[in-house]
């Protein structure tokens, strides 16, 4: 399954945006999924995760309450909308399959099937 992230842009401070992550060449409906970002100099930092039935979610401490993930099984993606955006979450942002389904993972090896990931720039 390749995972494709989409819908990064340039923005100001405060506005939103909407990633979508859609899966192509399998099913990954039955999978946890998580959004990561990284910036330059810095490790991969988790965002987001979506169990399977989207019955648990979990959110990194600097984004709760900013950003929503959801997940539509039937066309396989899974969207990140971010509101309230700040400097600070200019990144690559990434989305990729969970390898285990409970509890939720957090750490980026606990994930696989990395795809290409899409540019956020807030500016102040």
């Known amino acids: 399954v390749q995972l494709q992230a989409s819908g990064g842009g340039v923005v100001q401070a405060g506005d939103s945006l909407r990633l979508s992550c859609a899966a192509s060449?399998?099913?990954?409906?039955?999978?946890?999924k998580g959004w990561f970002r990284q910036s330059p100099g810095k490790e991969r930092e988790f965002v987001a995760a979506?169990?399977?039935?989207?019955?648990?979610?979990l959110y990194a401490d600097p984004v709760k309450g900013r950003f929503t993930i959801s997940r539509d099984n039937a066309k396989d993606t899974v969207d990140l909308q971010m509101s309230g955006l700040k400097p600070e979450d200019t990144a690559v942002y990434f989305c990729?399959?969970?390898?285990?389904?409970?509890?939720?993972?957090?750490?980026?090896?606990?994930?696989?099937?990395w795809g290409q990931g899409t540019q956020v720039t807030v500016s102040s």
């Open positions: 979506i169990s399977w039935t989207s019955e648990y979610i």
């Open positions: 060449g399998g099913d990954s409906s039955g999978y946890a």
């Open positions: 990729a399959i969970g390898l285990w389904q409970q509890p939720l993972q957090t750490l980026p090896a606990r994930y696989s099937n």
